[in-house]
């Protein structure tokens, strides 16, 4: 799966929890408000179903998860070593 397939994929899924705003890719969508603790919950699910990957409890950490392109990045690797 490319990057970009991915990214849009997520992108989307934010898209539902943001209102559509436009985010920059490296924004941080906790320290934004754009999002809440709940919200990560419903990503990681969204993550494990839609890319077919397990999050472990060490992927758990918010540097996995804070932005658009952290998050392409974790799927990425997680695919690649899968």
């Known amino acids: 799966?490319?990057?970009?397939n991915t990214t849009g994929k997520i992108r989307d899924?934010?898209?539902?929890f943001i209102g559509g705003a436009?985010?920059?890719?490296?924004?941080?969508?906790?320290a934004s408000g754009l999002v809440?603790?709940?919200?990560a919950m419903q990503l990681v699910l969204f993550v494990e179903k839609e890319f077919g990957i397990?999050?472990?409890n060490q992927d758990l950490d918010i540097e996995n998860f804070k932005s658009l392109n952290a998050i392409v990045?974790?799927?990425d690797?997680?695919?690649a070593a899968g």
């Open 22 to 30: 436009e985010i920059d890719p490296d924004e941080d969508l906790f």
């Open 36 to 39: 809440n603790s709940l919200f």
């Open 54 to 56: 397990q999050v472990a």
């Open 73 to 75: 990045g974790f799927v």
């Open 13 to 16: 899924f934010l898209g539902q």
């Open 1 to 4: 799966m490319g990057a970009e």
């Open 77 to 79: 690797g997680k695919t």
